[in-house]
C-alpha cells in the first residue's frame, strides 16, 4: 500500500498548512481565501477518510508507529467533522484572517496523530501538536487581559503534563523495553509507575477532578469557538487515545487502574455537578458542564465485557451528542458573549429572543440528561452498560451526581423565562 | 382511530406553535376544540372496547418498543386526563394574562406527556415521559406562578427528579437482572413480570423500595410532601388544577402498574409498614390541612390526605379496596380540579387566599355557594358523591381485610391501622365544614363588607362546575360499571 495514499487525509492538512503562509507571503488579500483554502482541506480530509473507511484500509506504517484502520479513520472523520461547527459560532474576531484557519488544522493534524499513533513516541508528537495551537488561539480572545491569563495558564499545565507524558513513557520503556503501544504488562514498580504518570497526564487534560481547576480558568479567557474546540475536539482525541491505550493493552486492566478511574469519574462528575450551582459565568458554567460530562464517558472506560468496539461506539456516540448539545447552547448565545460572561445576561432572554432562548433550553436539557433529549438517552446507555458489567453501584452514585446537576441546568433554563433565584 | 387519536395529541404542540402569538383567543379555542376532539375521540374508542395497541420497535436486541396500550388501568385515566384538561385550557383563558401562547402550549405539551405516560408500555419510555412531563409543570409554575414561585418551581423539579432518578436506576437493574436471567435484553413490562419468580427477594427489595420511593414523592406521601403546597400555592389555578387532578394520580397510576404488580411478594411482605405509612400520611395531611389558612394550602394538604386513604386502598389485598381506590383517583381529579378551580376564581375577584378574609359569600355569590357547597361534599365523603363511593369501597375492602387477619391469624394491628385511617372521615369533614364554615357564612369582617358588589359566576364559570359535578353525582350514585372493570382487570394480582 502506498504510503501516501494511506496518509492522504494527514498530507492534505499538511499541504493546507503549507499554503497558509504561501498567502501571507503573496499578499494575497482576499478575505474568502483562508476559509475556502481551510474548508477544502477539510471536506477533502473528510472525503479521503469516508473512502478509506469504503475500502477497510488497514496498514501499519512506519515500522508499527503508525497505523491506519477502519476504526481510526471513523475517529478521525468525527474529529474532523466536529471542527465545522465552529464556522456558524460569530464572533467578530478573526474573521478572514489565516492564521486562525492555520492553527486549527495545525490542531486537526495533531489530533489525527494522536489517533493514529502505534507507539509512544508519535502519541507524543501528537498531544504536542494538539497542544501548541491551542496557545495562541485562547490567546486570541475576546478580552485581551483575561484571554492571556488563560493562555499562560494553559500553556503551564500543558506542559507540565506533557513532561508528565514523558516521564511515563521513559519508565514504561525502561521497565519493558518497548515502546509500541501493545505492551507487555509487567509487574515492574516503574512500569506501573510509568502507566499511572500516562493515565494522569492525560487525566489533566481532560480536565479529570483533582486535575481540573485550571479548566474553568482557562475556557473563561477564551472566545466560544475554542471553548467549543477545548470541550470537543480537544476533550474526544484524549479519550479516544485513552480507549486506544485500554484496548491494545488488555493487561493494562488488570492493576488498579479501574479503581482510580471510576474514583475520579465519580468525582469529575459531582464536582462538576456541585460546582455548576453556584456559577455566575457562563463559559466557567460550561467549563463545569464539561468536567462532569467527560466523568461520565471516562465510567465507560472500566467496561470490560464488550467488545472494544462497542466502547468505541459509545464515545463517538457521546461526543457527537455532546457536540450537538454544546452547540444548541451556544450558537444561539451568538454575540452574546463577546461583549461580556454572565449568566445573568441569560435572565429575560425568552422576551428578547424567544427561538434563541428555545434553542438554548433544549441544549441545557439535553445537558442536563433530560428524557427525550439525546443527552438522556446517552447516558442510559453508559449507565446500562456498567451496570452489565457489575458496577451497579457506581452506576448508582453516578446517577445520584447528575441528580445534582439537574437544578443548575434548570437554574440557566428558568432564569431565561422569569428571573434568577435570589440567594 | 387510536393511532389518529395519538397522532392528534402529537401534533397539538406543533399546531398551538404555528399559530400566530398575537392572536391569543384563537390560540385558546383551537387549544380547546383540539382537546374536546379528543376528548370525543378517546370516550368512543374506549366505549366501544376495542383493543387500542400501538406498538413500534425501535431497537430489538435493546428491547426498545415504542409500545402503547389502553389497559383497564389506564382507561379511566386517559378519560379523566382529556376531561379535564378542556376544563383547565377554559379556565385559562381568564385566569393567564401574559404569555398566552406560550401558556396554550405547556399545557398541549403536558397533554401529550401525561397521555403518553398513562399508555407507555416499555419501562424505558415510560420513565422518559415520567420524567419529561416535569418540564412543562415547572414552566407553568415559574412564569405564571405567585411571588414565592422560584423556591416552588425548584422544589417541585428537584423532588420530583430524586425520585426518578432513583427509579431509573431500578429500572435499569431489572433490565439486567432480566438479561442475566433469561439472556433477553428488553425494557417490555409484559417478560419483566415474570422476575417477580426468579429474582431472589433481596434484590427484588432494594429495587420496590426506589419505585415506591419515585412514587411516593409524586402522589405525594408524608414525608415527601413538602414540594406540594409550595407548587400548589405559587402554581396558577390551572396549574394546580393540572396538578391535582392528573399529576398526582400519576403517582398512583405507576404504584399499581409497576409496584404491585412487579413486586407483589414485597408488597405482600411489607404490607402492614406500607399501610401505616399511608394512613399516617393521610392522617397527617387531614390534621395540616384543618390548621391552615391559606385556602390553597387547605386544599392541599387535603389532597394529601385523599390520596392517602387512596393508597391504603392500593396495598390491601382486597378486590373492592383496590377497585375503590382506582375510582378514588377519579373522585379525587374531578373534585379538587373543581376546588382549585373556585379558589382561581375566588382570587381572581377578591386577591386575596385568607380564609378570614371571607365571609358571607352566600349572599353576595350565591351560584358560587351552592356549587361549592356541593363540591364540598364530594371533598367530605357524603353519600351519594363520588366521594363517598370510593371512600366506601375502600374502608369495606381494609376492614374486611383486617377482620379477617384477626380471625386467621389474631392480628391485630392491621385492624389498629385501618381503624385509624377512618379518622381522616372526621378530620375531613371537619376541616371542610371550617373552609365552608368562613368562606360562605363566616362572620362579615371589615375586608369582606366591602367586596358586597363582587360578581357572582357567569355562565361558562357555572358550566365547568356542571360538568364536574355531573360526574361526581353519576359515578357517586351508580359506580358499579366502573367497579366491575376493575375487578376484571385486577384479578392478575394475586389477591387472596
Known sequence: MNIFYALLPENILVLALLLFPMIEVLKLKSKALPLTAF????????????????????????????????????????LTFSLLPILLLREQIFIGHYKYYFLLLALLYGSMVMISSGSFITLFVGLALLSIPLFP??????????????????????????????????????????MDLTI?????????????????????????????????????????????????????????????????????????????????????????NLSLIKQTSIKRFFAYSSIAHMGYITLILVVTNVSIETIAIIIFAYFAIYSISMLLCLLPLGNLLASADQLSLLE???????????????????????????????????????????????????????????????????????GAIKH | MFKFTLGLSLFLPLILLLLPSQKERVVAWVNMGIQLLLLALFFTMLTNSELCEFS???????????????????KYLILLTALIFPLVTYASIDFIKTEKKLFHLMLALSYLLIVQTFLAQNLLFFYAFWECSIVPMFFIIGIW???????????????????????????????????????????????LLRLQETLPLSAQRWAFLAFAFAFMIKIPVPPFHTWLPYAHVEAPAPGSMLLAAILLKMGAYGFIKFVLFLFPAVVEEWR??????????????????????????????????????????????????????????LGHGLTSAALFYSIGLLYERLHTRDLFHFGELATTMPRFSLLFFLITLSAMAVPPTLGFASEFFIFLGAISYSLKMVITSNHYLFIAVSGAAMLTILLGTLYSLRLVKYLLWGKKSEASLLRAGVRDLNLGECSVFTVLLLFIFVLGIYPQFIIESFKLAIKGLSIS
Not at chain 1, 44 to 58: D, P, S, T
Not at chain 1, 400 to 415: C, D, E, N, T
Not at chain 2, 149 to 175: E, H, N, P, Q
Not at chain 2, 278 to 290: C, E, H, I, K, Q
Request: glycine share 8%; net charge positive.
Open chain 2, 56 to 74: 413500534f420497535t425501535l431497537s430489538e436486541s435493546l428491547g426498545l418498543h415504542y409500545h402503547l396500550l389502553i389497559d383497564e388501568f389506564n
Open chain 1, 184 to 272: 507487555i504488562s509487567s509487574d515492574n514498580v516503574l512500569y506501573r509507575f510509568g502507566c499511572l504518570l500516562l493515565l494522569l497526564s492525560l487525566f489533566i487534560k481532560l480536565a479529570i477532578v483533582p486535575f481540573h481547576p485550571w479548566s474553568p480558568d482557562v475556557y473563561e479567557g477564551c472566545d466560544n469557538r475554542i471553548l467549543y474546540i477545548l470541550s470537543v475536539t480537544v476533550k474526544a482525541t484524549i479519550v479516544f487515545v485513552l480507549w486506544k491505550i485500554f484496548a491494545n493493552t488488555a493487561n493494562f486492566l488488570n492493576y488498579p487502574w479501574q479503581a482510580i478511574i471510576i474514583t475520579l469519574s465519580i468525582a469529575s462528575i459531582l464536582v462538576g
Open chain 2, 272 to 329: 402492614l409498614p406500607l399501610m401505616a405509612i399511608f394512613v399516617l400520611g393521610a392522617l397527617y395531611g387531614s390534621a395540616l390541612a384543618f390548621v391552615q389558612n391559606d385556602i390553597k394550602k387547605i386544599v392541599a394538604y387535603s389532597s394529601i390526605g385523599h390520596m392517602g386513604i387512596l393508597m391504603l386502598g392500593l396495598v390491601t389485598p382486597s378486590e373492592s379496596a383496590i377497585s375503590g381506590a382506582m375510582l378514588s383517583m
Open chain 2, 145 to 191: 406562578g405567585g411571588g414565592n414561585r422560584l423556591l416552588a418551581t425548584y422544589k417541585f423539579v428537584l423532588f420530583t427528579a430524586l425520585g426518578s432518578i432513583l427509579m431509573l436506576a431500578a429500572i435499569l437493574f431489572l433490565v439486567v437482572a432480566n438479561y442475566k436471567i433469561s439472556g433477553v435484553f428488553t425494557f417490555e413490562l409484559q417478560p
Open chain 1, 39 to 78: 474548508l477544502l482541506a477539510t471536506v477533502g480530509a473528510l472525503a479521503v477518510l469516508a473512502i478509506h473507511y469504503q475500502q477497510a484500509l488497514e496498514v501499519t506504517l512506519f515500522y508499527g508507529h503508525y497505523q491506519v484502520s477502519p476504526n481510526l479513520q471513523a475517529i478521525k472523520f468525527l
Open chain 1, 137 to 178: 488561539l485562547i490567546l486570541n480572545g475576546p478580552i485581551q487581559k483575561e484571554s492571556s491569563e488563560s493562555a499562560i495558564k494553559y500553556i503551564i499545565i500543558d506542559s507540565t503534563l506533557t513532561a508528565l507524558f514523558l516521564l511515563g513513557i521513559a519508565f514504561i520503556y525502561f521497565a519493558s523495553g518497548k
Open chain 1, 348 to 418: 429575560q432572554f425568552h422576551q428578547r429572543s424567544s427561538t434563541r432562548s428555545s434553542f438554548l433550553s433544549f441544549g441545557l436539557l439535553s445537558l442536563a440528561g433530560i428524557p427525550p433529549f439525546p443527552g438522556f438517552w446517552i447516558k442510559i446507555v453508559i449507565m446500562g452498560y456498567l451496570i452489565k458489567c457489575d458496577y451497579t453501584l457506581v452506576a448508582v452514585i453516578a446517577f445520584l451526581a447528575s441528580y445534582i446537576g439537574i437544578y443548575p441546568y434548570f437554574k440557566v433554563m428558568g432564569g431565561q423565562f422569569f
